[in-house]
């Protein structure tokens, strides 16, 4: 499966009204998704923690391909 990356911002009601324009936090996420809507999924879900935060995207880019992990086992 492909990795995707992006660049994330996000705003809580509560930063806002408490800090304004400074409350807003970067991240640059990646995960391993099916496709870019499914990592923006992804993202929007782990991320909004009340319906009325916001949630800004960069660019989402295709990162490389992941290869399988596998386990050491004795």
């Not at 809507?37 to 009325?52: G, I, L």
């Not at 800004?56 to 295709?62: C, D, M, N, V």
């Not at 399988?68 to 004795?74: D, E, S």
């Amino acid at each position: 499966m492909p990795v995707f990356r992006a660049t994330v911002w996000t705003l809580t009601a509560m930063a806002e009204d408490m800090e304004g324009d400074a409350g807003i936090r970067r991240r640059v996420i990646e995960y391993v998704t099916e496709s870019a809507k499914t990592f923006e999924a992804a993202v929007r879900d782990n991320y909004s923690t009340a319906p009325d935060t916001r949630i800004w995207f960069g660019p989402i880019s295709e990162k490389s391909a992941q290869r399988p992990f596998k386990f050491n086992t004795p």
